[in-house]
Each structure stands twice: as C-alpha cells, then as structure tokens.
C-alpha cells in the first residue's frame, strides 16, 4: 500500500513562511513526478509547483520567485518551501506522485492535503 503523508501548513501572516513537507511510503520501487497542487474554496485545484524525476521544475506563474520545489529522493520526500506569502496563497494544499510499485504498477497518488492559511 503506497500512502502519501504531509506535514506543515497552518496560518501565517501576509510576508510569512511556510514549509510542507511530504513523504510517500509503502512498496516503491521508483517514483516519477511529484508536485504541489492546491484548492482554494470555491476554486477548481490545479498545480502550484511540479519537480520531474531529474529535478526539473516548473511553478505556476503567480508563485514564481517565492515558492520553491525540491525532492530527496533517498528518503522519497517532496519539500515546498513558500515565502513572502499572501492571502491569495490561502488553500488546502494537496501533495501528488506518480509512484511505480513493487509490483511494477504506476499509479497517480495523492496526500490528504493540507490547510494553509495567510491572514493578518
């Protein structure tokens, strides 16, 4: 069973930081994409910040220059370290995988997401 476990979030006043961490366990035997997608109320989800296998990225444009992606892929964890935050950024932040198992099975997976809030 593959699982993605998140951590961080919370609230924040405008200009803060934030760090989410998220690590996927159970039987991997490699993982391809992994990224930060995002769902503000009201709103459809989409992606906030994507980094490949190779460590290539990609931001969604309003979060460029002060979101920043990165993987360790000895420990299976995708890190998203957020500054200068807004209330714009406030959003249940979801974390994505796209996992091959044990089994030799790919998968799309998703993490049970997490609050962040940016309020004065």
């Known amino acids: 069973q593959v699982q993605l476990v998140e951590s961080g979030g919370g609230l924040v006043q405008p200009g803060g930081s934030l760090r989410l961490s998220c690590q996927a366990t159970?039987?991997?035997?490699?993982?391809?994409?992994m990224a930060w997608y995002r769902q503000a109320p009201g709103k459809e989800r989409d992606m906030a910040a994507l980094i490949t296998a190779n460590g290539d990225t990609d931001y969604k444009d309003s979060v460029k220059g002060r979101f920043t992606i990165s993987r360790d892929n000895a420990k299976n964890t995708v890190i998203l370290e957020m500054n200068n935050l807004q209330p714009e950024d406030t959003a249940v932040y979801y974390c994505?995988?796209?996992?091959?198992?044990?089994?030799?099975?790919?998968?799309?997976?998703w993490g049970q997401g997490t609050q962040v809030t940016v309020s004065s």
């Open positions: 159970g039987r991997i035997r490699s993982i391809n994409n």
């Open positions: 994505n995988a796209v996992i091959r198992n044990w089994f030799g099975l790919t998968n799309n997976y």
